[in-house]
């Protein structure tokens, strides 16, 4: 053994130690990772905001049933009640206009529809008569190519709310957000605003009542034109051809403001209706106009490119003003995010159908191999070769553990198996070695060497390591007695490069331990039967992982290029021509991270370090042998299943969450229930395969809402660094020591 190197000097008294270069070196890379933690989280922000916001403008239109009936119009003047279709408030006096006889006024609602108005326009256009169209924002912003044909056309815009609701109960807040959104659209659509307005489900003045009767004073003050009807045609309710001609023909030659629809459901009869209903009246020896015509008391037909009805000498219809300044900038902004969510949530919708099925996919795919895996290993002639009895050396590499270091010594000392036990101390500055020393267990030696790494310590390790096998585990694993023996097996067949044993969760009674506990069962362990079978292991865990000292020197050793030299050296014995096979009698129990902070430090390094090693072997893809079976099989495999699927996964959380909210909460939760029953379903099997208790995935549902979404946020951590060019240090995990040997283990 080497001498020992004394502790430093505690620091004097009431004088704040400064910090060392490994804590400043610490705090530099933890101050460089904030702002892409923040990236991170924006990023999902706003493809959260995009999505509500294209469930925004997806609130249902349709069904222009009244919502409420026989309320009292008890405060709503009688020469309302009883007047024409448009009311007016000059100088603060509510005023109705009628239509001029042998005149109508042909309005449509709800549109604009990418469907029905296109049709709508061409016969307008045909017959050369003009239309007033009260539209709902949200499908102005979602189509404004058909609001700028519509004006162009010579046809007239009215406001029909954003989301088509009824305003009647709503605050003065929503109804002014209602009505603004909708001429931002409008703005940013045709770059017009409008005095027109609808409120959805209103029909004749008649119908005005005390609920409503303030809203429409409001808007009348600050300068809109509420519109109504005389005749209504009932489209809607798709009665056939003729009825709809009929029900919107008024009587005895009065004019009249008459309503179709032109989007909120299936228009065919509308379009069908609309050119009888048209010619009908013109032979009747009506003309058509729209409602500022109307207000002007003008009856020429006014059609495409007529100046019926037009603003002064601006080419606009009268309800139509130009839009200016930041109305016009929001509005065009406020298109651009709308014309974003259009083409983002259905790609990604798309996506994730794809990302669905490669999942569910993955799962039959984990179950049938690792049903066949068990068959394979439990059948009674199977064997490795002759058994592997010669000692092994089983490196521990050690920095700053003496809460945990007496606990996988005295573990290894009862194995089993004869072992020489090699403990690589990394520059501790905390005793680990001393208390190594001074446990006086046989076959243990002691190595010290500067501060290097655990790659370093690792290949130190292996140069003083006296025999062909060796062992690698962490400072804080406990080996059962029997572990050993089970790990070295496999090297009967000279083939094999490097085993990958079956890491478990030592401190499972914590909410956090026992969610990674269901995390290594189910993904670790499940995952690696299905490579052991495909010849494609991509990671030999460092709790526990056993090796030929040839294999590992000839694939270069433990390299530090990345932050997962677990997954950069069995990628490397998979290029060097080695099988990585999976032993799962080999258990191991490690200290799994106790905090959420240590948690994200610890999987923020597996997964950025996954990367680095995925990119590093990247030429396996071409390769042949062994190395271009992992390139071709496995490296998909983990890019698929590691990093493009998790990264969509929070989206799936995202779109069940719009589903319940904008689409249909019961079908939506019935899917994600029946994901989760899958989920469960092959978390049961493998605790099956593992002989654990069942017990635990009590806690599998609260696992998927709280612990998977913050391994996604971490993946997606890992990748804005990898992207941005980042480049991470080793962190330190602060132990406790509380994992022992199990009870019943021997």
Known sequence: MTTPTPPPAPPARGRRRAPSRIERAAGRAAALQRPRVLLALLLLLALTCVMLLDGYLRAEVGGDQRVRTGASASDVPDDVLDGGPILTFPGGEATTVSVPDKTIVLTFDDGPDPTWTPQVLDILEEYDVPGTFFLVGSMVARHPGIVRDLVEQGNEVGVHTFTHIDLSYQSEARVTREIEQTQLALAGAAGITTTLFRAPYSSQ?????DYSWPVYENLGEDGYTSVFIDTDSDDWKRPGVSNIVKWATPEDGEGASVLFHDAGGERSQTIEALPKYIEKMKAKGYTFTTVSGAMAGQRPTAGAGSEAGSGPGDGLQAAHRKATGATLYEGRALVAAVAVAEWTVPALSAGLVVVGVAVMGRFALMLVLARRHRRQRNRPRFSWGPPVSGPVSVIVPAYNEKECIEAPLRSLARSTHPIEIVVVDD?????????AESLALPNVRVVRQANAGKPAALNNGVRHARYDIVVMMDGDTVFEPGTVGHLVQPFADPTVGAVAGNAKVGNRRTLIGAWQHIEYVMGFNLDRRMYDLLRCMPTIPGAIGAFRKAAVERAGGMSDDTLAEDTDITIALHRAGWRVVYQEHARAWTEAPGSLRQLWSQRYRWSYGTMQALWKHRRSLTDRGPSGRFGRVGMPLVVLFQVVTPL???????FTVY???????????????AVLGVQLGCAAYAFRLDRERYRYLLMMPLQQLAYRQMMYLVLIHSCVTALTGGRLRWQKLKRTGEVGTPAGTG
């Open 648 to 654: 969509f996964a929070p989206l799936i959380d995202v």
């Open 205 to 209: 003045t008649d119908a005005i009542d």
């Open 659 to 673: 589903s319940m909210v904008f689409v249909d909460f019961r079908a939506a939760l019935l899917a994600w229930l």
């Open 427 to 435: 520059g501790s500055t905390d005793g680990t070695a001393e208390i």
